[in-house]
Antibody
Framework: EVRLVESGGVVVQPGGSLRLSCAAS????????MLWVRQAPGKGLEWVSL????????YYAGSVKGRFTISRDNSKDSLYLQMNSLRTEDTAFYYC????????????WGQGTLVTVSS | EIVLTQSPDFQSVTPKEKVTITCRAS??????LHWYQQKPDQSPKLLIK???QSISGVPSRFSGSGSGTDFTLTINSLEAEDAAAYYC?????????FGGGTKVEIK
């Protein structure tokens, strides 16, 4: 069974930093593109970032470029999102998801972790 | 950035009715358009891929059509368990984007 389990969501002050993790199991992690999607409470989905199977290619939404860094450790079947210079508008549930390739649909999602940016 | 415009934003429907949700892209995306269902307090689930391809385990009452800039998700004979938000997603170009969502309520 495919499992994606996010962790690391907490309350943080504006300007602060946070690292999210996503532990994967039940599939060949290093065969898949991985990504982060976020959803502000009561709002729609926003694509955040994507990383290729080998970590060699990374892409970001304009709203987080320069502040967030996506990475992966294929030896640990884990995906990460380093979030710096956090803003109140970054408050959201953060989901990790997998896709067979960069242009493929997101076929499995985690349950999400809540990041709250507030003073 | 490709903008996806979904309509309607909200639809209240009686069981067994047919539901049609549209998604329009700001430029041609071929068939790189996917649909997701998100039930309350759950994570999204892939419903339809590449505009019209079915997903294993998804009821056959869900179907998709379209190409280029105009796409449609159809739910034939709506059931109570279909109460959810529905989102389109384009993977044609980066940054990938989602539509604003359509909330389907059961009357």
């Amino acid at each position: 069974e495919v499992r994606l389990v996010e962790s690391g969501g907490v309350v943080v002050q504006p300007g602060g930093s946070l690292r999210l993790s996503c532990a994967a199991s039940g599939f060949a992690f290093d065969d898949y593109t991985m990504l982060w999607v976020r959803q502000a409470p009561g709002k729609g989905l926003e694509w955040v970032s994507l990383i290729s199977w080998d970590g060699g290619s990374t892409y970001y939404a304009g709203s987080v470029k320069g502040r967030f860094t996506i990475s992966r450790d294929n030896s640990k079947d884990s995906l990460y999102l380093q979030m710096n210079s956090l803003r109140t508008e970054d408050t959201a549930f953060y989901y990790c998801a997998k896709a067979y390739s960069i242009g493929a649909p997101f076929d499995s999602w985690g349950q999400g972790t809540l990041v709250t940016v507030s003073s | 950035e490709i903008v996806l415009t979904q309509s309607p934003d909200f639809q209240s429907v009686t069981p067994k009715e047919k539901v049609t949700i549209t998604c329009r892209a700001s430029q041609s995306i071929g068939n790189s358009l996917h649909w997701y269902q998100q039930k309350p307090d759950q994570s999204p689930k892939l419903l339809i891929k590449y505009a019209s391809q079915s997903i294993s385990g998804v009821p056959s009452r869900f179907s998709g059509s379209g190409s280029g800039t105009d796409f449609t998700l159809t739910i034939n004979s709506l059931e109570a368990e279909d109460a959810a938000a529905y989102y389109c997603h384009q993977s044609s170009s980066l940054p990938q984007t989602f539509g604003g969502g359509t909330k389907v309520e059961i009357k």
